[in-house]
């Protein structure tokens, strides 16, 4: 895109370009759309964004299977459990990821606005802003697209999810996003995938230890995350700009 647009002009053209690809591939499967990602419309200048959650292996490993070396953004807010941590590595090995970025906060930032660790308490969108958003925009710079994991099931927010849509300058991919509960356990039987080691301890879907609580049988597919308040999304969905 040329240099010379302006912010919104170019985010725009950003837009049609998403519109286009959703018109012409929108009712490819995940496999098959995540190929033509990767590997034909932004060969070198996509990445994967994954939380190495309870569903995160899916998506990591039809990546590596279709190029190991696709850039995995991880964001390591310093806020998450012992055993996300060791997930990440466990699952980046055993799949052969070579390109694993776990990008963490800008320090200067956290000592000013949370030098004690409780931001999440007092400000959790702030907290988010902080840990997750600031840090995923920086991690992107340079890309055209980014790959993410969002189904349409988790939540009434993501009801209705293209495959192709613009952030800002950017165009994210949801190559999950019909997918089933069942199609997901159906992928980690077929390929052997492991758990997330607290799956088996009551977590369905898990962030930050100090947001994310255990999910009663039955409950939604995100409840467990931010307990006791309105909040249902980290926010690195609503637009992280140029
Ligand atoms: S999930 Fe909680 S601790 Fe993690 S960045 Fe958001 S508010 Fe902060």
């Known amino acids: 895109m040329p240099p010379c647009l302006s912010e919104a002009e170019r985010d725009r053209l950003t837009a049609e370009r998403a519109r286009t690809f959703e018109a012409r591939y929108g009712q490819l499967g995940a496999e098959a759309a995540l190929r033509l990602a990767i590997q034909t419309l932004f060969p070198g200048r996509i990445a994967l964004v994954s939380s190495f959650g309870t569903e995160s292996a899916v998506l990591l490993d039809m990546v590596a299977r279709i190029d190991p070396a696709t850039p995995v953004v991880f964001l390591d807010t310093g806020k998450h459990f012992g055993e996300t941590l060791r997930y990440r590595d466990a699952l980046v090995a055993r799949l052969g990821l070579t390109d694993?970025?776990?990008?963490k906060p800008a320090p200067g930032a956290l000592a000013r606005e949370?030098?004690?660790?409780?931001?999440?308490?007092?400000?959790?969108?702030?907290?988010?802003a902080l840990r997750k958003a600031a840090p995923l925009k920086e991690a992107l710079a340079g890309f055209?697209?980014?790959?993410t994991g969002r189904k349409a099931f988790q939540a009434a927010t993501r009801a209705g999810l293209p495959l192709f849509e613009s952030d800002g300058p950017r165009i994210k991919v949801n190559p999950l996003r019909h997918w089933r509960p069942a199609w997901i356990a159906d992928h980690f039987a077929r390929h052997g995938l492991p758990p997330h080691p607290l799956e088996a301890d009551g977590f369905r879907s898990i962030g930050c230890f100090s947001c994310t609580a255990r999910s009663v049988p039955g409950a939604g597919a995100r409840a467990g995350r931010w307990p006791g308040i309105a909040k249902t999304e980290c926010g690195i969905h609503f637009g992280l700009g140029g």
């Open 114 to 128: 949370d030098a004690e660790g409780l931001l999440f308490a007092r400000d959790p969108d702030r907290c988010c």
């Open 100 to 103: 694993l970025r776990s990008v």
């Open 144 to 147: 055209e697209a980014w790959i």
